[in-house]
């Protein structure tokens, strides 16, 4: 009998539940129509479902508890055995119930917060029942990048500070005019004018050499790649260009006048005293020149190396340009100190980037050419420095 009516309420409960759910989606229709009217009866066959609701919950409350208290006697005088409770039916009850019928055998987690192992309802071994990555790999693959990431690595082309002759031929000279040293001579009034000295020009010889070489590309990677390849090797071609030009001229800068500095006044004395004041003083430093340039502060506490718009480089050394290239191409803990442009000729003949197809391999070539020379122009010009601390 129990059974029967513990059934029969359930049932109930569910259709009062479905009803209104059904009627507040009516009234929320009956509004956004701006259907007073028709929104108030709903609200009140809400509130009227409400209350049946409970009304049917308190009686299904009744009948369980009767049911779970050990038996109860029916009409014939026998009593009547309930039947033992899993764990989900304690938990449901409890649920139903909105926490106050509490069962022995369910496991309190704080207050009105029943403790529920997934295990004892839904039997799952996680190491045999569960999804794992190997398991999906037939329908899974793996995410693929195929636009490669430049590596962040600042070159400086030292080509452009430097003195640029466009040779015409392998070898040759260029005339320098040597600063002058002498002075005009006093006279007195109607004197005939006095000889002057005659300029002084110094022939600054240069022999131009060729750097060369070529990436053979097939043509089925130009045409399957995602990216367009002849491109990206051009890029790293020209970058070769840079490194070759920069190398030559490090060179050439390594063999000034060696000093060597171990601290900053050591470095103002080389820039006030040692070279002289008409030429235009930049720092190439190297890497790790550089780090010690960034660290140098005055008697106040200041940093002297500092940002500058008006520089090419954004940074200036009290108030030199800095350039900075890698320990590979300088050495530790070197520097160039001195006018660049003064010190250094670019005798610049032939650059080309050449592109052709080979019909005996199916492919292309990409072919890089450079002729140039580097060489010293003023032996004055500057100093190839060394820091030690």
Do not use: C
Request: glycine share 6%; no cysteine; proline share 3%.
């Amino acid at each position: 009998m129990f059974d029967e009516k513990i059934k029969e309420l359930k049932a109930a409960i569910a259709n009062i539940q479905s009803t209104i759910t059904t009627k507040t989606a009516e009234i929320k229709d009956a509004l956004e129509a701006d259907d007073l009217e028709t929104a108030k009866a709903l609200k009140a066959d809400v509130a009227t479902a409400k209350a049946n609701l409970v009304t049917a919950q308190e009686n299904l409350t009744m009948f369980e508890d009767a049911l779970t208290t050990g038996g109860a006697e029916n009409k014939g005088g026998q009593e009547v055995v309930t039947e033992t409770q899993t764990y989900r039916d304690s938990v449901n009850e409890f649920i139903r119930s909105k926490g106050k019928m509490v069962n022995e055998n369910l496991r309190i987690e704080g207050k009105d917060e029943v403790l529920l192992p997934m295990n004892e309802v839904t039997p799952v071994n996680p190491e045999t029942d569960g999804v794992k990555k190997a398991d999906v790999k037939p329908i899974s693959s793996e995410e693929i990048i195929y636009t490669p990431a430049r590596e962040v690595k600042t070159v400086v082309d030292l080509k452009q500070f430097a003195t640029i002759h466009h040779a015409k031929k392998a070898t040759g000279k260029y005339p320098v005019l040597q600063r002058a040293t002498d002075k005009l001579i006093s006279v007195q009034e109607l004197e005939k004018n006095p000889k002057l000295a005659k300029p002084q020009f110094k022939n600054v010889e240069w022999t131009v050499t060729t750097y060369r070489g070529a990436v053979p590309l097939s043509q089925e990677s130009i045409d399957d790649a995602d990216v367009d390849l002849v491109g990206l090797v051009s890029e790293t071609i020209g970058q070769m260009r840079v490194n070759t030009t920069n190398d030559a001229i490090a060179t050439v800068l390594k063999t000034f006048g060696a000093k060597t500095v171990q601290n900053l006044d050591e470095v103002k004395k080389l820039l006030n005293v040692d070279l002289d004041p008409a030429y235009n003083v930049a720092f190439i430093v190297s890497q790790s020149f550089y780090q010690i340039l960034d660290t140098l502060k005055d008697k106040n506490g200041r940093y002297l190396l500092q940002d500058s718009i008006t520089s090419a480089t954004g940074k200036v050394f009290l108030g030199r340009p800095v350039f900075v290239l890698s320990d590979d191409v300088l050495g530790e803990n070197k520097a160039f100190v001195g006018d660049f442009k003064r010190g250094v000729l670019f005798a610049d003949r032939k650059e080309l980037g050449l592109r052709w197809t080979d019909n005996e391999i199916y492919g292309q070539y990409l072919q890089a050419v450079l002729r140039f020379g580097v060489a010293k122009i003023d032996e004055q010009a500057g100093f190839f420095v060394t820091y030690t601390p």
